[in-house]
């Protein structure tokens, strides 16, 4: 507490140093203005030093009032919500204090330095007269203010809705990528019950392939993008599970030679190849033929379109609407889909990552 407290005080204290120089810079500036010769001789600065006193004074306390009345208004009324009651505000309140406080010092100076004035003969038309030029001065202090101010709270503003923003969309991402795992698993447990009352062999080593294959899964769950060398060996193992299944009645051809550089959210292959196996017949009258190729920055998955009637077959809509929302919240690239009498045909567009 001893600590925070003694961090503060320094604080004000380098703050009242800043404040200080600050107007010493504004004083020396006029004085360059009214008597540059002034500058080169300690006479010339001593027989200023009423003026250099006054316009420090004048200086220190149109920029205090600047910055307290700026300050004052800060938690009260909100630039980007009332911008112009804060505008009104904060000049109206500014150019009565300057209007105010240079009359008071003028009159001041007067009182103070000309001998043949006092308080009854002083001439307060001429001070009013006197005033305007300070009253000027500070009205462009307070422009400066009111421009700091604003560009100040847009940028927080801005910050925050930044962040929100980024926070919302790894939010979402998350959500999208938790529906993977237990949809994946689901349906690989479904399959496996129906295999293991065919083939004992035939199941014990679908789990096995399972297994190999769901470590995968695992250690890509946290990732926004993966290798599109890691996804397709990924594919090649999940469609090489799905032939211990189907056995001659699917076939797959995987033809991908440049594949440097290229990216892919997690799992998209699984899902479109997942929705072909699910939604079509693979049987020895009809095999199922699955295609994965690549065109220039595309990745084109295309399956025999023979769909299934039964309506117990009918899918969750996860997978092809999971990997459209996660291509929306990383690109501005969008996935295609098209079916034809003869095809359906999902084309992914391969993302590069800067840097790599």
């Known amino acids: 507490m001893q600590q925070e407290s003694l961090f503060s005080s320094d604080s004000i204290f380098r703050s009242l140093w800043k404040f200080i120089l600050l107007n010493i810079g504004i004083v020396f500036i006029l004085l360059i203005v009214q008597c540059p010769s002034c500058l080169f001789s300690w006479e010339g600065l001593v027989s200023r030093r009423n003026e250099l006193i006054f316009s420090f004074l004048m200086s220190s306390a149109l920029s205090f009032g600047g910055y307290y009345v700026d300050h004052f208004f800060e938690g009260r009324i909100s630039w980007i919500k009332e911008p112009f009651k804060r505008f009104l505000a904060t000049v109206i309140t500014y150019m009565v204090y300057s209007f105010v406080v240079s009359f008071i010092l003028i009159s001041g100076m007067v009182l103070v330095l000309v001998e043949e004035v006092n308080i009854h003969n002083i001439s307060w038309s001429r001070m009013l007269e006197n005033t305007i ?21 847009w940028r927080n503003v801005a910050i925050e809705a930044e962040k929100l923003r980024s926070e919302k969309l790894a939010s979402q991402y998350q959500s999208l990528k938790d529906q993977l795992n237990p949809h994946f698993l689901f349906n690989s447990l479904n399959v496996l019950s129906n295999l293991v009352y065919e083939s004992a062999d035939r199941s014990a080593e679908f789990i096995q392939q399972l297994a190999k294959i769901y470590r995968y899964v695992l250690d890509v769950q946290q990732e926004e993008l993966v290798d599109l060398d890691a996804e397709l060996v990924f594919a090649e193992n999940y469609l090489s599970l799905q032939k211990l299944r189907f056995e001659k009645n699917l076939e797959y051809f995987i033809d991908v030679q440049e594949t440097q550089g290229y990216y892919l959210p997690p799992l998209s292959l699984q899902l479109l190849l997942e929705n072909a196996v699910k939604h079509n017949i693979a049987s020895k009258e009809k095999p199922l033929k699955i295609m994965i190729q690549k065109e220039d920055n595309r990745l084109i998955v295309r399956n025999i379109l023979q769909p299934k009637n039964s309506p117990s077959d009918e899918g969750s809509g996860i997978g092809l609407e999971n990997i459209r929302q996660r291509y929306a919240l990383l690109s501005k690239e969008k996935p295609e889909i098209r079916e034809s009498s003869t095809e359906f045909i999902v084309v992914l567009p391969l993302l590069k990552v800067e840097g790599k």
Do not use: D, K, Q, V
């Not at 030029?133 to 709270?153: K, V």
């Open 133 to 153: 030029m300070p009253t000027i001065i500070a009205f462009i202090i307070i422009s400066i203010f009111i421009s700091r101010g604003w560009l100040m709270e």
